[in-house]
């Protein structure tokens, strides 16, 4: 089981943010910015390009009261989804980072300079 799925089932801690039957949102364990919040479905889903456009839609609301709960739905905010390996996806469960509280720099969207294909 992973991770994310564990944290779905209570068998590992998560800081909370909210839930529904279907989604999940909690603190992410090593913030990147003020508020770090990783919104994930409960169903174990592998990556974004598996993801079905049907669950989307119904994640697509959630995501969106979930940064009006942190108020960053004014001043704004980033939803990133890392997609495999070369999208730099580290644990395999389908997650969107929820980040904001600040002005974010957008300097690290870029190909690794170690890359032998840039
Ligand atoms: P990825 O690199 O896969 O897009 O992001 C994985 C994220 O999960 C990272 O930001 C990492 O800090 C976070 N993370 C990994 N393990 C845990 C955990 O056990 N609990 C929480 N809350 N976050 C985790
Ligand atoms: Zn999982």
């Known amino acids: 089981m992973c991770i994310f799925c564990k944290i779905v089932k209570g068998k590992l801690p998560s800081n909370k943010v909210a839930e529904n039957d279907s989604f999940l949102a909690f603190h992410d364990i090593n913030p990147q910015a003020p508020i ?31 940064a009006t709960k942190l108020g960053l739905d004014s001043n704004g905010y980033r939803l990133i989804t890392n997609n495999g390996d070369d999208g730099g996806q580290e644990v395999k469960h389908l997650h969107f980072h929820l980040l904001g509280g600040t002005k974010l720099k957008w300097d690290r969207m870029v190909a690794d300079p170690k890359a032998e294909n840039i």
């Open 36 to 66: 770090h919040v990783l919104v994930i479905p409960k169903l174990h889903v592998e990556c974004f390009q598996d993801t079905a456009g049907e669950m989307m839609a119904e994640m697509t609301p959630f995501i969106q009261k979930v």
